[in-house]
């Protein structure tokens, strides 16, 4: 089992970047689907980006244009580069990881996930 740990979250204005990593470490770092999720308060954790193992990648259409995933195998790190963030942007941010063979933003796929890093957007 992989032990995820996210960080780079912060405080930023309206309009401005942040870059989140997620690294992982454990027995082994084959994991076939990772992505990135947020949950803002009062609502529902939804999904943002997934990125495999060999670079495909999808998007949901809310971050789409704005949102980068992308991932160092060598470092063991997935990153989420963030621009023109938005108030509505502000969330914890969650990465998670599994080895099934299909690769969706659906939370029920994953079974590893980190504890989270705090993206605060102000105007």
């Known amino acids: 089992q992989e032990q995820l740990v996210e960080s780079g979250g912060g405080s930023v204005q309206a309009g401005g970047s942040l870059k989140l990593s997620c690294t992982a470490s454990?027995?082994?770092?084959?994991?076939?689907?990772m992505a990135w999720f947020r949950q803002a308060p009062g609502k529902e954790r939804e999904g943002l980006a997934y990125?495999?193992?060999?670079?495909?990648?999808g998007y949901a259409h809310s971050i789409r244009g704005r949102f980068t995933i992308s991932r160092d195998n060598a470092k063991k790190t997935l990153y989420l580069q963030m621009n023109s963030l938005e108030l509505e942007d502000t969330a914890i941010y969650y990465c998670?990881?599994?080895?099934?063979?299909?690769?969706?933003?659906?939370?029920?796929?994953?079974?590893?996930w980190g504890q989270g890093t705090q993206v605060t957007v102000a105007s």
């Open positions: 998670a990881a599994h080895n099934n063979a299909v690769c969706q933003l659906r939370q029920d796929l994953f079974n590893d």
């Open positions: 990125m495999t193992d060999v670079g495909s990648t």
């Open positions: 454990g027995y082994t770092y084959r994991s076939n689907c």
